[in-house]
């Protein structure tokens, strides 16, 4: 018998992430303003805009590992409880916040691996330590998902002997490994030589078409084009154009998303 703690039981129809009108600011600086925005199930959803536009503390605030001031997050139909209001709003359940947190799992742009853990520790350290699981199932399940991004000769090494596009695979094994309801990516490939870029394209694109919910900051607007079902561009914390690949990046209808594309592509 395995706990599965992260298995809920969703309807069909219910999107894994739903965001309402989020507001969310630093102090005085007001960076979301008022955004919506749905990921269904099985869905990609790409986020693009400039640099400062709010796009990692977007997708920070879905995990909760940003608060917000207003507004409301559901996870899987779930409404994220908050006490407080304002700048003093915070989730008010614990169990609720780990819950979320373990079910979306991010990947960084610098990849943040355990510099002091092997590969396969790295992958297996949260399902053990947060998730509680059986270590010999963590384990193969592990090397299962090293495989999948092709590193399985990688298990026993440290990160620091990999190269970038290795240990980003290697964190993408590790986001899998807690087998969460969906993927958060920041701008997964912004760290690595063009070279190194596609390998890691790669293993992201087998994971959409495999039918993964996840949600992608990306400056790579050919990934954006290529695996998304919706695309979002943000400018200055709200949400000024979106829609599927092929009408934004085909058809964009507004003057800002016209001169962010031409910059950008
Ligand atoms: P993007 O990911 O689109 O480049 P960010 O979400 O990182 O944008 O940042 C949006 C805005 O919020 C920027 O003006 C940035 O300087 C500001 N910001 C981000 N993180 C913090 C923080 N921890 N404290 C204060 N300001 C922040
Ligand atoms: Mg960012």
Redesign the pocket.
């Known amino acids: 018998m395995t706990a599965e703690p992260n298995a809920t039981n969703p309807a069909r129809d219910v999107p894994v992430i739903e965001i309402r009108d989020l507001h969310k600011s630093?102090g005085q600086?007001e960076?979301l303003k008022g955004v919506d925005m749905t990921a269904p199930k099985g869905h990609v959803i790409s986020l693009i805009?400039s640099?400062?536009?709010?796009?990692?503390?977007?997708l920070r605030c879905c995990n909760l590992l940003e608060d917000s001031q207003q507004g409301d997050i559901l996870f899987e139909g779930e409404a994220v409880r908050w006490r407080g209001t304002g700048l003093n709003r915070h989730p008010a359940d614990k169990a609720q916040v780990l819950r979320i947190r373990t079910n979306l799992s991010m990947v960084f742009q610098q990849f943040n691996l355990w510099a002091h853990m092997s590969i396969l520790q790295n992958v297996m350290e949260a399902p053990l330590t947060v998730l509680k699981r059986d270590p010999a199932e963590v384990e193969e399940k592990a090397r299962g998902y090293l495989a999948k991004v092709g590193i399985a000769d990688k298990a026993d090494v440290w990160p620091a002997q990999l190269s970038g596009g290795q240990q980003q695979r290697a964190a993408i094994a590790r986001a899998l490994c807690m087998e969460p309801r969906a993927l958060l990516f920041d701008e997964p490939t912004s760290a690595l030589d063009p070279e190194l870029e596609q390998e890691v394209i790669k293993v992201i694109k087998a994971l959409a078409e495999e039918g993964r919910t996840m949600i992608i900051?990306t400056h790579d607007m050919k990934l954006a084009a290529d695996v998304s079902d919706h695309v979002v561009f943000?400018h200055k914390g709200k949400i000024e154009e979106e829609g599927p690949p092929d009408t934004l990046f085909g058809n964009p209808q507004t003057e800002r998303l016209r001169g962010f594309l031409s910059a950008t592509m």
Do not use: F, N, Q
């Open positions: 630093y600086l960076v805009g640099s400062g536009s709010g796009k990692s503390t977007l900051v943000l």
